[in-house]
């Protein structure tokens, strides 16, 4: 299994930062089980959030893996999420949750108040082991309706993220549609 906990320890950019704005845009915006100052609503562009990664230790096992989130480079898209005010110590148990597939990556944070912060985000690219890419919404949501794993039934990582995007009164398309699929099975 992927296990990217040692590039993410090399990738400290903001180590001596006494604290490090986070992103989340999955299960970080509604199981956020970590340390942190603050937090807000807030916004990345040129991202859209996708059921494209594989979860093979939360949401499923290695051999029945479970589909989670990740980002898909869209342009003029807006992805809303949570942002967390951290201090580095945090991204130690951050590192070992996302471990299976995602790479902490800078990106600039939009706030509602209109000011905007760097920050990091934890992002499964096309090109690691466990990304599994599109497929028809039916069969995506098949899949999280039979998958689960250490963390508990993918379902519920679809529902809960649904239902929090709904009270950040965000709509998005993809996750909705998901959702509606998963609840007609
Ligand atoms: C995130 O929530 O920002 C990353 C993906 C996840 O942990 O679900």
Known sequence: MIDT??????????????DIWLFGYGSLIWKADFAY??????????WERRFWQG?????????????VVTLTPVAGAICHGMAYRITPE??????????N?????ITSMHFTDGSE??????MATDDNPAFLGPAPLEAMAQQIARAEGPSGPNRDYLMNLASALRELQVDDA?????EEQLQRL
């Open 174 to 178: 993809h996750i909705f549609a998901l």
């Open 37 to 46: 100052l603050e937090s807000r609503s807030a916004y990345i562009t040129g």
């Open 55 to 67: 979860s093979h230790d939360h949401r499923g096992t290695p051999e029945a893996p479970g589909r």
């Open 90 to 99: 945090t991204l130690a148990p951050l590192d070992h949750r996302e471990k």
């Open 101 to 105: 597939g995602y790479l902490r990556e």
């Open 117 to 122: 912060a760097q920050g990091l985000v934890y």
């Open 5 to 18: 906990t040692a590039i993410n320890q090399q990738r400290n950019q903001f180590a001596q930062h006494a």
